[in-house]
């Protein structure tokens, strides 16, 4: 059974940073791409970053590009999403998804598997 947890999320003040992590079961997670997506209230989801499987292409929302960092870990089976320089608009929902391609794109639809969410707050 194809599983993704997150965890990670919590409450920080402007400035700070977090480390998201989206640990795999049931699939090789450098097989797949794997996205991190955010909601935050009254807005729709939207794609922050992604790593592509095998080479680990990577690839970022313009609006966290430079404060940001996706990488994975093979041998934990799992991803993670440094994120620095927190803005409150960083705040939302954020979820981590995986698909059996390559390609590491933003769009929601073309992940099948998803994680539950872990809630990221910044504020102070």
């Known amino acids: 059974q194809l599983q993704l947890v997150e965890s990670g999320g919590g409450l920080v003040q402007p400035g700070g940073s977090l480390r998201l992590s989206c640990a795999a079961s049931?699939?090789?997670?450098?097989?797949?791409?794997i996205g991190w997506f955010r909601q935050a209230p009254g807005k729709e989801r939207e794609g922050v970053s992604c790593?592509?499987?095998?080479?680990?292409?990577?690839n970022y929302a313009d609006s966290v590009k430079g404060r940001f960092t996706i990488y994975r870990d093979d041998a934990k089976n799992t991803v993670y999403l440094q994120m620095n320089s927190l803005k409150p608009e960083d705040t939302a929902v954020y979820s981590c998804?995986?698909?059996?391609?390559?390609?590491?794109?933003?769009?929601?639809?073309?992940?099948?598997?998803w994680g539950q969410g872990t809630q990221v707050t910044v504020s102070s």
């Open positions: 998804a995986a698909r059996p391609s390559s390609l590491c794109m933003f769009a929601p639809r073309g992940y099948d598997t």
């Open positions: 790593i592509s499987g095998g080479g680990g292409s990577t």
């Open positions: 049931g699939f090789p997670i450098n097989r797949g791409t």
